[in-house]
C-alpha cells in the first residue's frame, strides 16, 4: 500500500494510506473516553495497516496487561517503522512504548506524556491515559496539573481528590449537562453527592440513569452501582437493598459474554467487604464463598494491587488460607523485585495486603500491628483505588480497635473523622459502640444521632 497521511479524531497526522484504519484508531479513542465495552476495536487497527505506527503502540499498550507477548509483537511492528511515522505518532510512541516498559519511573513516563500533550494539547486519549497513570500513583495533582495545561475545565474526580466540592460538583453538572448520556459525568455527580451525604438524591439520579449503562465497559456498569449500594448502606434496613443491587447488578454481569471478569471480582469484592464491616455479611455468606472459589484462580492475580488486596481479604475470610498466602507471598516477591524508588512507593500498599489477610482470618491484633497507630486509608491510594475505594480500610482500621478493646484509641479517631463528614450513620454507629465499651453517656446520644440520619435519608 502506497503510504498517506490521514488526520485521527484530534485533527494530528497520522502515517496511514487505510480509512479502516483511521476508524478504527478513532473508534478506540471514543471507547476509552466513554468507558465502553469495546476496547478491543483498536486490535483491527493493525490489521487494516500493519505497518501504521500509532496503530500498533496503540494496540500494543491495549494488550500489555492481558497477553504481553502479542503487545511486544506489535511494539515491534511499531519500532521497525518508526522512522516513516509523523511528528505526531513519534511522540505517543516515546509516550506510550515508555509507559509499557517493565522497569519504567512513573514520574518520567507523566513528563513524557506532558510533554506530548504540550506538543499536542487535543489528544484527548493520551490526556486520559496520563489521568490513569496519574490515578495509579496516588497523584491528583499531577492530573490536574494535565488537565489545566491542555485548557480544559478540571472534572469532578481531580476536585474531589482535592477537596475541592463545590468544584467538583460544578464540573460534573456542567459534564451532565453536555451530554446526559456520559457515564462518567454520571459517576462524577454521584461522587459529589455521596460525598456531600447527599445519598438519596445520589440513589434517585444514578437509579434514573441507569437504562443509558447497557454499553458501558464491565467495570464502569459496576462501579455505578457499587456507587448505588453503597448510599444504600446508610439508610435503615438497607441489606435487601444491597443484596438486589448484587445479584442484579454486579454479579449479573458475569452472564454476558464480554464481561472483563476481573473488574466485576474488583466492585463485588469492594461491596462484600463494606457488607463485612458493618456485621452484615451472614446474609452474603454464600455468595462470598462463590466468589472466593473463583479468586482462587490465578488468573485473576496480579493484575492491581486493590483487587490483590481484596482477594486476600475474601480468601482468608473463607478459610482459604493456603491460596492467600501464596498470594501474600507472591506480591511480597514481586515488591522484593522493584526498584528501590518504586519499592518505598508500594511499601503502605503491601502493609495493607498483609493486614487485611490477617483481619481477613480473625487477627485483628497483628492487623493494627501491621498498620500502626497513625494509619490513614488516603496515603494507600497508589494501590490503584479512589477516596471512596480506600475509605473502607479506615472503616476497617476503626473495627479493629474497638474489636481489640481499644476503644478509647478509636473514639478519638472517629470523632475527628466524623468533624469532616457528620452526615455518616455508620460513623456514629462506631462512635455509639465506642463509648459502650467505655461505660460513657454519650452513647445515647451517639445513636440518637445515626438514627436521625439513617431516618432522614430514606
Known amino acids: 500500500m502506497e503510504r498517506g497521511v490521514k488526520l485521527d479524531r484530534w485533527g494530528y497526522e497520522v502515517s496511514t494510506s487505510s480509512d479502516s484504519c483511521i476508524s478504527s484508531i478513532n473508534d478506540y479513542y471514543y471507547q476509552v473516553l ?28 491495549f494488550l500489555c496487561s492481558s497477553d504481553p507477548c502479542r503487545a511486544q509483537l506489535h511494539t515491534q511492528a511499531a519500532k521497525s517503522h518508526h ?34 500533550l504540550r506538543e499536542f494539547p ?7 491515559r496520563a489521568q490513569v497513570l496519574c490515578f495509579y500513583m496516588g497523584r491528583p495533582d499531577f492530573s490536574l496539573a494535565l488537565v489545566q495545561q491542555v485548557h480544559f475545565c478540571p472534572c469532578n474526580e481531580l476536585n474531589q481528590k482535592l477537596g475541592r466540592m463545590a ?14 448520556q456520559d457515564y462518567w459525568a454520571q459517576h462524577a455527580l454521584c461522587h459529589a453527592l455521596q460525598y456531600e451525604c447527599r445519598f438519596r438524591e445520589a440513589i ?3 437509579e434514573e ?10 467495570f464502569m456498569y459496576t462501579h455505578n452501582w457499587w456507587h448505588v449500594a453503597l448510599c444504600y448502606m446508610e439508610g435503615h434496613c438497607y441489606i435487601r437493598k444491597v443484596l438486589e443491587v448484587y445479584d442484579h447488578c454486579i454479579w449479573k454481569e458475569l452472564e454476558r ?71 501474600l507471598e507472591g506480591l511480597k516477591s514481586r515488591h522484593c523485585r522493584m526498584s528501590e524508588k518504586k519499592k518505598q512507593i508500594m511499601q503502605k500498599g503491601i502493609l495493607l495486603a498483609e493486614a487485611l489477610y490477617e483481619y481477613g482470618r480473625g487477627d485483628d491484633k497483628r492487623a493494627l500491628e501491621l498498620l500502626g497507630p497513625d494509619f490513614d486509608a488516603i496515603d494507600c491510594k497508589i494501590i490503584g483505588a479512589s477516596d471512596e475505594q480506600v475509605d473502607v480500610f479506615n472503616e476497617v482500621w476503626y473495627c479493629m480497635m474497638l474489636n481489640t478493646e481499644r476503644a478509647s ?50
Not at 37 to 56: F, G, T, W
Not at 93 to 105: G, K, M, P, Q
Not at 277 to 290: A, C, N, Q, Y
Open 34 to 61: 466513554t468507558y465502553g465495552r469495546n476496547r478491543s476495536v483498536i486490535l483491527e487497527a493493525p490489521l487494516h495497516d500493519k505497518d501504521c505506527v500509532l496503530a500498533n503502540i496503540l494496540a500494543a499498550h
Open 83 to 116: 522512522e516513516k511515522a509523523t511528528p505526531y505518532e513519534k511522540a505517543v510512541f516515546d509516550a506510550v512504548n515508555y509507559l509499557i516498559s517493565e522497569d519504567r519511573d512513573d514520574d518520567v513516563a507523566v513528563e513524557l506524556h506532558s510533554k506530548l
Open 122 to 128: 487535543k489528544d484527548l486519549g493520551s490526556l486520559k
Open 167 to 180: 468544584d467538583a460538583e460544578e464540573a460534573a453538572k456542567k459534564g451532565f449537562q453536555i451530554n446526559k
Open 204 to 206: 434517585n439520579f444514578m
Open 209 to 218: 440513569c441507569s437504562p443509558s449503562w447497557s454499553s458501558c465497559s464491565s
Open 257 to 327: 459474554s464480554d464481561a472483563v471478569c476481573a473488574e466485576v471480582y474488583l466492585n463485588a469484592l469492594g461491596l462484600l467487604l463494606r457488607v463485612d464491616v458493618r456485621g452484615e455479611l451472614g446474609i452474603f455468606e454464600d455468595r462470598l464463598k462463590i466468589l472466593a472459589s473463583n479468586l482462587k484462580n490465578h488468573e485473576n492475580w496480579y493484575i492491581e494491587l486493590h483487587l490483590d488486596v481484596l482477594i486476600l481479604w475474601a480468601l482468608a475470610k473463607t478459610g482459604e488460607l493456603s491460596k492467600a498466602g501464596d498470594l
Open 409 to 458: 484509641e478509636a473514639i478519638k479517631v472517629i470523632e475527628t473523622r466524623i468533624k469532616k463528614r457528620e452526615g455518616l450513620p455508620f460513623l456514629w454507629r462506631l462512635l455509639e459502640r465506642g463509648y459502650l465499651m467505655t461505660g460513657s453517656p454519650e452513647a445515647a446520644r451517639a445513636g440518637e444521632r445515626a438514627r436521625i440520619l439513617e431516618a432522614a435519608y430514606f
